[in-house]
């Protein structure tokens, strides 16, 4: 609930609710959930056990999913759209961000089509082969509340604890300390910058992207391996990027204007 609403109070754009959703992301953090180490991120993502998950859903025959699951979209080792075709990957652009020695860079195939194929995966490791789902789902993890804290403090000017918060999470992602030592010497706008850039990077594929788009007030631009809009620029005003109220619910609700 803390880290809602810490997305709130981020979201509104001002130094008081900075400083908010700063303080209970902060809170959450000294909960005491453990970071993600680097053989978890490449795990699989696929247990409500895994320490880093603060929220998730424990999944079971009895939830009757298959075909039309999250898993059916996105791993292709079960038995749905993204092993018959429908591939979903990461954009090239972001993954060319990621760092040659960084263990998310190894959460992406190159030979098929960027598809998360060592993030997110059924551990029988078999192309189609989790028919009904069993594996779990993952809400929100304390790497999130990290990365909020980090995002929340550079743009207050608090360089010194969003360094100290990026360098937690980094450290579990290189292996060698020189890798990500470039972070101490940023400042400023250079700062937040890489806080975001490492947001897109740690929850690829998690649906946290979109709100960071909105509240940072971002402009996207597509790679070239998208099969639609491939190479377009979208701004975070984008009428697109916004579903529309329902009728029923706009002529039925009388504190819609």
């Known amino acids: 609930a803390k880290g809602l609403l810490a997305y709130v109070y981020a979201s509104k754009d001002d130094s008081a609710s900075n400083l908010l959703a700063k303080s209970l992301a902060d809170q959450v953090i000294a909960a005491g959930y453990p970071l993600m180490t680097s053989p978890e991120v490449v795990g699989g993502f696929n247990s409500v056990s895994t320490p880093g998950w603060m929220w998730g859903f424990d999944i079971t025959l009895a939830n009757g999913l298959d075909l039309v699951s999250w898993w059916g979209q996105m791993d292709v080792f079960t038995y749905s759209y993204q092993w018959a075709g429908d591939k979903k990957g990461i954009d090239e652009g972001l993954y060319a961000k990621i760092k040659a020695n960084d263990i998310r860079k190894t959460q992406f195939d190159v030979a098929n089509g960027l598809q998360p194929r060592n993030k997110f995966y059924n551990a029988g490791r078999v192309i189609g082969g989790q028919r009904n789902i069993e594996d779990d789902y993952v809400y929100m993890r304390v790497a999130e509340m990290y990365l909020l804290s980090a995002e929340m403090a550079a743009k207050e000017g608090q360089d010194g ?8 999470l980094l450290s579990n992602r290189f292996s060698d300390a020189s890798d990500y ?53 979208i701004p975070y005003s984008d009428a697109r990027l916004t579903f529309e109220i329902p009728r029923a619910e706009i002529q039925n609700n009388p504190f819609i204007n």
Do not use: C, P
């Open 161 to 168: 604890a969003a360094k100290s918060l990026l360098n937690q």
């Open 181 to 233: 030592a470039y972070v101490d010497g940023l400042s400023g706008n250079a700062l937040l910058d890489e806080v975001i850039l490492q947001t897109r990077i740690e929850l690829w594929g998690e649906g946290k992207s979109y709100l960071s788009m909105k509240r940072n007030k971002q402009i996207m631009s597509r790679g070239a391996n998208h099969v639609f809009h491939a190479g377009l620029t």
